[in-house]
Nanobody, 124 residues
Framework: QVLLEESGGGLVQAGGSLRLSCAAS????????MGWFRQAPGKEREFVAA????????YYADSVKGRFTISRDNTKNTMYLQMNSLKPEDMAVYYC?????????????????WGQGTQVTVSS
């Protein structure tokens, strides 16, 4: 069992920045790929970004490329999502997720563990 806990969400004006964190409860965190997803009201959960176990390889959804940066600190069992130039359409509940494998994935079904989510609200 792996517990994931997100933090860092909140209210920000359009054009502003937030940094989300995802703390994992397990030391094998550093082996597995992880990702960020988001879900807005009435919409399906969508992929945002993914990172390999080592942190060397990353992948982003086109909608956030150039604005968001995913990273991880395996010494702290923590993953981050730096979000800059936020837009109203970025408003959603953001979830972190972990795989059992080291390779990246974009489909929610490829992830085994999920956090409870953190709300990001962007005012225009």
């Amino acid at each position: 069992q792996v517990l994931l806990e997100e933090s860092g969400g909140g209210l920000v004006q359009a054009g502003g920045s937030l940094r989300l964190s995802c703390a994992a409860s397990r030391r094998t965190f550093s082996v597995w790929a992880m990702g960020w997803f988001r879900q807005a009201p009435g919409k399906e959960r969508e992929f945002v970004a993914a990172i390999s176990g080592s942190g060397v390889t990353t992948y982003y959804a086109d909608s956030v490329k150039g604005r968001f940066t995913i990273s991880r600190d395996n010494t702290k069992n923590t993953m981050y999502l730096q979000m800059n130039s936020l837009k109203p359409e970025d408003m959603a509940v953001y979830y972190c997720a972990s795989r059992f494998f080291s390779g990246l994935a974009t489909a929610p079904g490829e992830y085994a563990y999920w956090g409870q989510g953190t709300q990001v609200t962007v005012s225009s």
